[in-house]
């Protein structure tokens, strides 16, 4: 079995920073693109950032030059660097991963974390 795991979400003023981390464990082989969503309120789940395992990485317009995603391949783990929240970057943030297993490669989602910018 795969758990991803995630941390950081937390209520922060509109201008501050966060860093959410996602650890992944449990059998495996290899781990490919991994990134983070979010869904806000009302409305649909949006990818927010991505990351090979090369280490090439796209971003949502919402986030170019705010968010950054980075990786540390040897704790299987993944960072969303986010500063100057803004209110509208409110929403719960999933991570996930493309992951190998013994039962082949599949998509692997974390349960959540919620981030509140307001102040």
């Known amino acids: 079995q795969v758990q991803l795991v995630e941390s950081g979400g937390d209520l922060v003023q509109p201008g501050g920073s966060l860093r959410l981390s996602c650890a992944a464990s449990g059998s495996i082989f290899a781990t490919y693109a991994m990134g983070w969503y979010r869904r806000a309120p009302g409305k649909e789940r949006e990818l927010v950032a991505r990351i090979t395992s090369g280490g090439a990485t796209n971003y949502a317009d919402s986030g170019k030059g705010r968010f950054t995603i980075s990786r540390d391949n040897t704790k299987r783990t993944w960072y969303l660097q986010m500063s100057s929240l803004k209110p509208e970057d409110t929403a719960v943030y999933y991570c996930?991963?493309?992951?190998?297993?013994?039962?082949?490669?599949?998509?692997?989602w974390g349960q959540g974390t919620r981030v509140t910018v307001s102040s």
């Open positions: 996930y991963a493309e992951i190998a297993t013994m039962t082949g490669r599949n998509a692997y």
